[in-house]
């Protein structure tokens, strides 16, 4: 059994390499991620496909893309990142090798479990040296975009507060609050899967999303009821909306504050991320 670390304040990477397929849940294509231990801290991508040096993920990189986060890489966009940077931050792992084969990361059964289970096979290991980089608030910072708000509030250690409000009766008006840990982030969000309306499936694939969604990689709301019940948490759809903020603030680095957001979106997320970069003293 893998032993996570207590909190985010250490430095820990891979003590193996793992190897994960799946199809892009947009591109419907067959993709894949090698996750390899790294000596430098940050997270690092490189595509199996060419022999150009890795590239350390930043927060600047980050492109606010419909129903994903889509990192923008030179001359490349890798899409559909925040589950498995979400995994990585999320179980305590401040530097690692992604090894991508295509354009997109594996949606798996979309959640961060998988990665989660691919990180336990691996292993974690502490690094020595420089701990890992953490923002500090000094005021609180609030986002909104129309009636969605976030807000950052300075505290101890990082918690987030997730509202959520839909007229679907299936989903309804949820909320959960957390205190995050690596324990508590595997047991209490990662097991969280995406959702889905069964009215909007055709108009998304008109436009050429969701291509790889199916009823074993996202849950369906067909107004009262789900069309892939059984859900793993009463509350599941809230939980998955926290499991998307973690992966869009992975970057960034947890902030040391109570992070609460109503109505949350990848580009809500995203500017909170580039606030917190801003406001920074050392830049991640």
């Given at each position: 059994?893998?032993c996570?670390?207590?909190?985010?304040?250490?430095?820990?990477?891979?003590?193996?390499?793992?190897?994960?397929?799946?199809?892009?849940?947009?591109?419907?294509?067959?993709?894949?991620?090698?996750?390899?231990?790294?000596?430098?801290?940050?997270?690092?991508?490189?595509?199996?496909?060419?022999?150009?040096?890795?590239?350390?993920?930043?927060?600047?990189?980050?492109?606010?893309?419909?129903?994903?986060?889509?990192?923008?890489?030179?001359?490349?966009?890798?899409?559909?990142?925040?589950?498995l940077?979400?995994?990585?931050?999320?179980?305590?792992?401040?530097?690692?090798?992604?090894?991508?084969?295509?354009e997109?990361?594996?949606l798996?059964?979309g959640?961060a479990?998988?990665?989660?289970?691919?990180?336990?096979?691996?292993?974690?290991?502490?690094?020595?040296?420089?701990?890992s980089?953490?923002?500090?608030?000094?005021?609180?910072?609030?986002?909104?975009?129309?009636?969605?708000?976030?807000?950052?509030?300075?505290?101890?250690?990082?918690?987030?507060?997730?509202?959520?409000?839909?007229?679907?009766?299936?989903?309804?008006?949820?909320?959960?609050?957390?205190?995050?840990?690596?324990?508590?982030?595997?047991?209490?969000?990662?097991?969280?899967?995406?959702?889905?309306f069964?009215?909007?499936?055709e108009?998304?694939?008109?436009?050429?999303?969701i291509?790889?969604?199916?009823?074993?990689?996202?849950?369906?709301c067909?107004?009262?009821?789900?069309?892939?019940?059984p859900?793993?948490?009463?509350?599941?759809?809230?939980?998955?909306?926290?499991?998307?903020?973690?992966g869009?603030l992975?970057?960034?680095?947890?902030p040391r504050?109570?992070?609460?957001?109503?109505?949350?979106?990848?580009?809500?997320?995203?500017?909170?991320?580039?606030a917190?970069?801003?406001?920074?003293?050392?830049?991640?």
């Open positions: 059994m893998v996570w670390p207590v909190d985010y304040d250490g430095a820990w990477t891979l003590a193996g390499t793992v190897r994960r397929c799946g199809i892009g849940l947009h591109s419907g294509k067959p993709v894949s991620v090698t996750l390899k231990p790294s000596a430098d801290p940050g997270i690092w991508v490189r595509w199996s496909s060419d022999d150009a040096a890795p590239v350390q993920l930043k927060p600047s990189q980050v492109r606010d893309s419909q129903l994903c986060t889509t990192l923008e890489l030179g001359d490349r966009r890798l899409a559909t990142v925040e589950h940077l979400a995994a990585l931050a999320g179980c305590g792992l401040t530097q690692a090798l992604l090894e991508v084969d295509g997109e990361i594996p798996l059964d959640s479990i998988g990665w989660v289970e691919a990180i336990a096979e691996a292993d974690l290991v502490e690094v020595s040296g420089e701990r980089h953490r923002p500090t608030l000094e005021q609180p910072i609030a986002l909104h975009r129309g009636s969605s708000v976030i807000t950052a509030t300075p505290a101890e250690q990082f918690s987030v507060v997730g509202v959520i409000d839909f007229p679907q009766p299936a989903i309804g008006r949820q909320q959960f609050a957390l205190e995050l840990t690596p324990q508590r982030f595997v047991e209490e969000i990662a097991p969280a899967r995406t959702f889905g069964r009215e909007q499936v108009q998304l694939r008109a436009a050429g999303l291509q790889g969604g199916a009823l074993d990689n996202a849950l369906v067909d107004g009262d009821h789900w069309l892939n019940p859900l793993r948490y009463p509350d599941e759809p809230v939980r998955h909306k926290l499991l998307d903020l973690i869009d992975a970057l960034v680095g947890f504050a109570q992070v609460l957001v109503y109505r949350g979106s990848h580009g809500l997320h995203t500017d909170l991320a580039a917190l970069a801003d406001r920074s003293p050392v830049q991640p």
